[in-house]
């Protein structure tokens, strides 16, 4: 495809999330999308003030892949969540600004007006008391890595005492193991390093994780085994965008449209395989039953 024929698919997709708008969040919100000129900048609303500096400030992670990818001989970045970043600046006519962050700083920084958008981020009962998140941009789901030649599609499957299970102690894993596991031998270590280590050597007979950090391990080692997302019951915790808490609400209803219009369309699981590319995961080793 030639770079006009580029430009001429992405103005399509901005006046097509222009029209989803105009339908879906009311003909406020997409006049205050089309028409940047009437923007009022204000103090206490992100989405004006991002327009009128013409600069969107995001956290950037880095080392957490698929979301956030730093080159360090360049300095730049790439990701899914900067696949994410760069359509919502040119959906926007803005310029992209990074502070690099950690998850948990993601929010001080939201907080404390350092940045506008803080990317790949749980919407836990604590954070939503201090911050606001827009629609669920995937349930990021759980299930085991699995020791070559282990069957295993449910929870039942690897519920048993002859089933050894390593996660790392104190974190979500070891909870949902613990929780749906209950009768396996679960040895808890103190790393995630540890829990690798332990796989690769075959002292156990899988791992309970999340399925980015699954399906990463085994794209930077393929002899850990293979990915299943276990089901009955299915587990999963919600992956959002957080904002800061202000009384008007475009820029967080503007994102949620806009993370439901690019679901719908197929465009949000493209830029996700495309980031987990980055780590050595190949498409065909993405789950179909992921819901992105």
């Known amino acids: 495809m030639t770079t006009p024929d580029?430009?001429?698919?992405?103005?399509?997709?901005?006046?097509?999330l222009r029209y989803a708008l105009a339908i879906g969040s009311g003909a406020a919100l997409a006049s205050a999308l089309v028409s940047p000129a009437s923007a009022q900048a204000s103090a206490d609303n992100t989405l004006d003030r991002v327009r009128a500096n013409k600069v969107l400030r995001i956290a950037v992670l880095?080392?957490?892949?698929?979301y956030f990818n730093k080159d360090l001989a360049t300095g730049n970045?790439?990701?899914f969540s900067i696949e994410m970043a760069n359509d919502i600046a040119k959906l926007l006519d803005v310029k992209l600004?990074?502070?690099e962050s950690t998850y948990g700083n993601s929010i001080l920084d939201l907080q404390s007006n350092k940045i506008d958008l803080g990317f790949a981020l749980n919407p836990t009962p604590q954070r939503a008391l201090v911050v606001d998140f827009c629609a669920?941009?995937?349930p990021h789901p759980?299930?085991?890595m699995l020791k070559k030649g282990m069957e295993a599609k449910t929870w039942a499957d690897?519920?048993?005492p002859e089933v050894t299970i390593a996660v790392d102690v104190g974190s979500a894993n070891e909870t949902v193991a613990r929780r749906f596991a209950p009768n396996a031998t679960i040895k808890s270590l103190k790393s995630r390093d540890e829990v690798m280590l332990e796989m690769s050597s075959g002292r156990v007979d899988c791992v309970v994780n999340a399925l980015v950090l699954g399906l990463t391990a085994i794209g930077k080692n393929a002899n850990l085994g293979t990915y299943k997302i276990l089901q009955s019951p299915s587990v999963a915790i919600p992956s959002s965008m957080a904002v800061r808490r202000e009384p008007d609400k475009r820029w967080r209803d503007f994102l949620s449209v806009w993370v439901d219009?690019?679901?719908g369309i197929g465009q949000m699981r493209e830029w996700f395989v495309k980031g987990l590319s980055l780590a050595g995961v190949k498409p065909e080793d993405v789950p179909v039953e992921l819901n992105i």
């Open 136 to 138: 669920t941009v995937f």
């Open 158 to 160: 690897i519920n048993k």
């Open 6 to 16: 580029n430009s001429k698919v992405s103005e399509d997709r901005r006046e097509a």
């Open 261 to 263: 219009y690019n679901r």
């Open 97 to 99: 600004e990074y502070t």
């Open 142 to 144: 759980f299930g085991a």
């Open 77 to 79: 970045w790439s990701g």
């Open 62 to 66: 880095p080392g957490e892949l698929p």
